[in-house]
Structure formats: structure tokens, C-alpha cells
């Protein structure tokens, strides 16, 4: 039996509002019990719908034979609150006239407040869908909520099309960009500092990595009419062990963004060919994903928003989606550029939007 949540939810008032509502309830990951509680006892109240709940993760999903489905994804967790004093980017929310500033108003509690209420408000929409609710996507892959999801619901994933509901201005981008990252390591040999003929530097042997990267000309690739631009960086470099010791080892992290049209083995293939010579390891990968555009489903709501589509630079849960075989796009209020900062904020009218654009399409 489901437990009383200590929030309650009202599915039917501004969706604005309800995104204030869901940021008021602290759901920093692993700390999503609280909402995971709210999401599901409102979803629960809607005779229409069929739910599922799996940890702090919720499906809901209408049944009507309908000759296709969406599904409509969003996260339930934010980073952890802000440090700098006085900021206004943590929880509970507050409002700046018709500006909502907090933890989680762009990501991404104004998508999730436009799911729960398109799952109340449309009873009998124009297509099936299915309302997915997840738990830890701002942490590692492994605790991944939605990861989980497709292990033990696979079948209730199952969909034509799929949109994630994180921010992107209103605007829909296509797909995502992989990601992956290597450890770039030199040796040398320790030595006194003051007789350093001694030794060998492995931290100016790395100089040779970071002068291979910093020449590197980064592509710009077009997959399915979009133009997806890779990077190809240093992001963090150590190595020493005393002010007065010739370093005898040194290691260079990388970030790859690869697009879409390439596999994690054909990624790392590039990077390895291009850095030859060094001791390279993977220490992680994720695939991107095409944007999928082209179908039918997907070129409806592309119309029906009625922007020009862009592409998705970071990666993004859509990649779930696609290893699934289900073309998916991001869509939702909010500027990214402001997710996870201490001005984190967005536009009433923002979130209003989004949820007309989508009423729109499935009714």
C-alpha cells in the first residue's frame, strides 16, 4: 500500500505554480523519497492511468489502443543546494514577479510539473503515453534511476518516440553528442630537484599531450541535418609528489565529445590515433545519440512546436532512449546555461509554453 506522502500535489493549477511546489520539496540525488512520494500518490488519483513504481522511480501510462505511444521522461533529483550565501538558486523556491528562482526550476522541475500536468489534465489524448519519473540522473551512470528502469520495466518503456523534458529554451535538439574519457599517464624518473640531470620529468613529458590537444581542430559533423560540434580537451592534469622531487609520473584526463554518427569504439579510435605513442586509458564512455528527426512521430512534434530543431551538444538521457531502439529529442522551459547555478531560474511563461506546445500535439 502506498504511503500518505507529507506533500501533496495539485495536479490541476498553474503549471507555473506546481513547478514551485515540486522545487519546494528538496530532492537532492539519493534524497528523492520526499517527491518520488508526492509524484506517485497524485499519479495514483488519476483513474486513467496504469502506475509503477520502482525505488524512487515512477511510470505512469495510459492504456487506449491507440496506434501510437510517447513516452515523456524527466528527472526527479537536482545537485546538491548552493554554498554562497544569500543565493537564490536553492530551496526552498522564490519568486521575482513572474521569475521562479531555486534548485531544480530549469532542471529540471519545470519539465517534470509540465509532465504531471499533461498526465492530469489529458484523459484522452490523441496518442498512448507513458510518464516516466526518475530518481540519481545528476550523479554516476550506475545509480542511474531511468538505467534501472530499463532492467526491471523494460516493456513499460517500450514507445515510437520519447521526449526528454530538460531544458532547451523551448527549442527541440535532436539527439545528443557521446561522451568518453581516458587517462593520458607519462613516467619518468625521480630525482632531486637540485640534481634534476638525474632524473626525467614525466610532467614535462605530458607537455607533448597537451600540445597535440591544444592543435587539435575539433569537427563539426552533420548527422540527419544537424550540425554537431565536437570537443576535445584536457580537463585535469596531476603528477609530483614534493616541491623538491623530479616527478617521476603524470597524468593528463581527457574529455571527448564525439557525434553521433560515431560509435564508442570508433570514438576511441580517433583519440587514440591521434594522442599514438601515449599510455591512453578509457575510464568511461556513453554513447550519443542520432536525432531521429525523420520519423514520423518525431516530425509531427517538430512541426507542432513549430522552431527550428537544433542540436544537443551535452549528453543526455535521450542516448537511453535511442540504445532502446526509440528515437527521442530534448524539449523543455528553461535556459540550460542556468542549470546548476546559484541564479538557477525561470520565466512563468517559460513553463507555460512548454506545456501548451505539448497539450497542443497530444490532444
Known amino acids: 500500500m502506498t504511503q500518505t506522502p507529507s506533500r501533496t500535489l495539485d495536479l490541476t493549477r498553474d503549471v507555473a505554480l506546481l513547478t514551485a511546489d515540486l522545487m519546494d520539496i528538496e530532492s537532492v540525488s539519493g534524497n528523492e523519497k520526499e517527491v518520488a512520494d508526492a509524484v506517485e500518490a497524485a499519479l495514483r488519483s488519476l483513474e486513467h492511468l496504469e502506475v509503477v513504481r ?25 545537485v546538491p543546494l548552493p554554498t554562497v550565501e544569500g543565493s537564490r538558486g536553492t530551496v526552498p523556491s522564490t519568486w521575482d514577479g513572474e521569475v521562479l528562482y531555486g534548485r531544480g526550476a530549469t532542471d529540471m522541475k519545470g519539465g517534470v510539473a509540465v509532465q504531471l500536468a499533461l498526465a492530469a489534465e489529458l484523459t484522452a489524448p490523441n496518442r498512448d503515453v507513458t510518464y516516466v519519473f526518475y530518481d540519481h540522473e545528476e550523479v554516476e551512470a550506475s545509480l542511474s ?8 520495466y523494460p516493456d513499460w518503456l517500450a514507445a515510437d518516440f520519447a521526449v526528454l523534458l530538460e531544458p532547451t529554451n523551448g527549442t527541440v535538439e535532436g539527439g545528443c553528442n557521446g561522451t568518453m574519457r581516458f587517462h593520458a599517464t607519462t613516467t619518468g624518473r625521480a630525482a632531486h630537484s637540485a640534481r634534476a640531470w638525474m632524473g626525467e620529468n614525466a610532467i614535462h613529458a605530458a607537455a607533448e599531450i597537451l600540445a597535440r590537444l591544444r592543435d587539435h581542430e575539433p569537427a563539426t559533423v552533420s548527422v540527419e541535418g544537424l550540425e554537431y560540434r565536437e570537443s576535445l580537451n584536457a ?14 609520473s603524470a597524468t593528463v584526463e581527457i574529455n571527448y565529445r564525439f557525434a553521433p554518427d560515431k560509435g564508442i569504439e570508433e570514438a576511441e579510435a580517433y583519440v587514440r590515433q591521434l594522442l599514438d605513442g601515449f599510455d591512453l586509458v578509457r575510464t568511461d564512455a556513453a554513447s ?9 512521430a518525431a516530425a509531427s512534434f517538430v512541426a507542432a512546436v513549430g522552431a527550428e530543431p537544433k542540436p544537443k551538444y551535452g549528453w543526455t538521457d535521450v542516448a537511453r532512449f535511442s540504445e532502446l531502439g526509440i528515437p527521442a529529442v530534448n524539449f523543455g522551459p528553461g535556459d540550460a546555461l542556468l542549470a546548476h547555478t546559484d541564479n538557477e531560474h525561470v520565466h ?10 505539448l497539450r497542443s500535439w497530444l490532444s
Open 54 to 78: 520502482d525505488g524512487d522511480s515512477i511510470i505512469a501510462r495510459t492504456s487506449l489502443g491507440r496506434g501510437e505511444r510517447v513516452l515523456l521522461a524527466g528527472h526527479l533529483d537536482t
Open 348 to 357: 512563468a511563461d517559460a513553463v507555460r509554453a512548454c506545456l501548451g506546445a
Open 145 to 152: 534511476g531511468l538505467g534501472r528502469l530499463q532492467r526491471s
Open 288 to 296: 550519443g545519440a542520432r536525432p531521429g528527426l525523420d520519423r514520423p
Open 235 to 248: 580537463v585535469k592534469i596531476w603528477g609530483g609528489t614534493a616541491g623538491n622531487v623530479i616527478p617521476d
